[in-house]
């Protein structure tokens, strides 16, 4: 069973780069016809597509988040980081990584198949 873990600071300043971390056990991030995506869910409002990273370790992100959303992988710990420069407050949302198979649309959410617990991110000054 592939179990996804995001950890970060809950509290982040406007204009400070947020650092996340997804931790994935029971799978590796290498294998497979996958992609280990980021998704993030502002409050009252729906899910936000922000990008993922495929098994080979290619990008891709959403248009509007391109600039300044960074995703990558360490191989050695099996983990995704997400990195976000220059935040702003409308950056405040529950993160969550996923896993979708390879053939599944980005937007299409009921067809991942792993999610992580998710893990509120403020931003505040």
């Known amino acids: 069973q592939v179990q996804l873990q995001e950890s970060g600071p809950g509290l982040v300043k406007p204009s400070q780069t947020l650092s996340l971390t997804c931790a994935v056990s029971?799978?590796?991030?290498?294998?497979?016809?996958?992609?280990w995506s980021w998704i993030r869910q502002p409050p009252g409002k729906g899910k936000e597509w922000i990008g993922y990273?495929?098994?080979?370790?290619?990008?891709y992100y959403s248009p509007s988040l391109k600039s300044r959303a960074s995703i990558s992988r360490d191989t050695s710990k099996n983990q995704i980081p997400l990195q976000l420069c220059s935040v702003t407050p409308e950056v405040t949302a529950v993160y969550y990584c996923?896993?979708?198979?390879?053939?599944?649309?980005?937007?299409?959410?009921?067809?991942?198949?792993?999610w992580g617990q998710g893990t509120q991110v403020t931003v505040s000054s």
């Open positions: 990273i495929t098994v080979g370790g290619t990008t």
């Open positions: 029971g799978g590796s991030i290498t294998t497979g016809y996958y992609d």
């Open positions: 996923a896993r979708k198979p390879g053939a599944v649309y980005w937007s299409d959410y009921d067809k991942y198949d792993f």
